[in-house]
């Protein structure tokens, strides 16, 4: 065995070699500093729907255009002797009358209760690779996209809202159940969102409900704290680009309390979001089950949702996942638009996950869209 080395220093060079050892054990540190995310914002969804697309209701239902009623009497039934008649459903299943909302499949169907589809060319949405005969084109980005769910049902009604309206029924629910269901939080975490690059996009739940503004909507700059349970947490892969934010295609499911947004289940699921004056504007898309999308009409029924007429023209354009069985698509392409406003956000022990901040990203504030309504008057 080699004999041990005993080392001898002054007090000077071992005042130095303590510094060194210092430094260089800190420098790990630094270097690990330098590479971790520097900068999180948070944010609560303030505002959330199906993305409607209504600059010219000529061109996207010229039927519905040709008598405005109609898409009424779809829903409704057809006037008889000056009055309107409420349409009623039938529905048999091995011959017996069983209840229309119950059993939609089995409704006997009425070819003059289907609904117009849309037969415009906007809509807004994402490539999510459908076939090129059914693509609609984004009117912000320009580029071939799907929503098969805004082809069935836009030319109904209650979709001709234009933001900061959204579809009467989801907009109820939405202002309803405000007050009493958990939020949803969003976090985008990078080096410095100030500038392009790659960020993180974290989505969880906030354990209490939304507070509102003096106008009724939610208010910004509150702190919430982030629901711990991994059922609707969700990181993603993302960039900022020219002030645009994206995720790489992922899953995104968060689960809801209210009666329309029971939850949100996105398959091969998209983002584009960028920053207007205090808050993040945005839309979200890709596939989802068309059946938990139209239960929400067949279970409670009302605010003008026609759970049947609904689910036949949702059943007719869903266009992907097919059932081994039966071959019928169990998935539909759409597309949710969504604004957020800056929040804290914090875990259970008090921990700070995210600053509120209405800094742009990318640094880029994007002027406010006025939309115009082509239903107002």
């Given amino acids: 065995m080699k004999p041990k080395r005993t080392l001898h220093c002054t007090s000077t060079h071992a005042s130095v070699s303590s510094r060194s050892v210092a430094i260089i054990s800190a420098l790990p540190l630094l270097l690990w500093g330098s590479l971790t995310p520097a900068e999180t914002r948070g944010y609560v969804i303030s505002w959330f729907a199906t993305a409607t697309n209504n600059p010219d209701f000529v061109s996207n239902c010229p039927r519905a255009a040709l008598d405005p009623d109609r898409v009424k009497f779809v829903a409704k039934g057809r006037a008889v002797g000056g009055e309107e008649q409420q349409r009623r459903d039938r529905a048999l299943v091995d011959g017996k009358p069983v209840p229309a909302l119950a059993y939609p499949d089995a409704v006997v169907q009425d070819p003059s209760s289907e609904y117009e589809p849309v037969a415009g060319a906007y809509a807004y949405g994402f490539d999510l690779g459908g076939p090129p005969a059914s693509k609609f084109i984004d009117p912000d980005t320009h580029e071939k996209v799907d ?42 975490t990078g080096v410095d969102l100030t500038k392009d690059g790659p960020v993180t996009v974290t989505l969880d739940r906030t354990t209490r409900h939304l507070e509102r503004n003096a106008l009724g909507g939610v208010r910004g700059d509150v702190t919430y704290i982030v629901d711990p349970s991994p059922r609707s947490h969700n990181v993603l892969s993302g960039e900022i680009n020219n002030g645009i934010l994206t995720i790489k295609p992922s899953y995104i499911y968060l689960e809801g309390d209210m009666t329309w947004y029971a ?36 279970s409670r029924p009302g605010s003008n949702c026609d759970g049947v007429g609904f689910y036949r023209a949702l059943e007719k354009f869903a266009d992907a996942d097919p059932d081994p069985v039966t071959g019928q698509n169990r998935l539909i392409s759409t597309t949710w638009r969504m604004e957020a406003v800056p929040a804290y956000l914090a875990s259970e022990d008090g921990s700070i996950l995210a600053i509120a901040s209405s800094a742009g990203l990318g640094g880029a504030v994007h002027a406010a869209t006025v939309a115009v309504d082509p239903t107002a008057h």
């Fill in 147 to 188: 929503n098969q769910l805004w082809r069935a049902l836009g030319c109904n009604f209650i979709f001709q809202a234009t933001p900061p309206r959204a579809p009467y029924f989801q907009e109820e629910a939405w202002m309803n159940f405000i007050d009493s269901s958990p939020g949803w939080s969003l976090r985008i």
């Fill in 263 to 298: 939850a949100i289940d996105l398959k091969g699921a998209h983002m584009r979001i960028h920053s207007e004056p205090g808050k993040l504007v945005g839309y979200w898309g890709g596939y989802t089950d068309w059946h938990r999308w139209v239960y929400q009409c067949t």
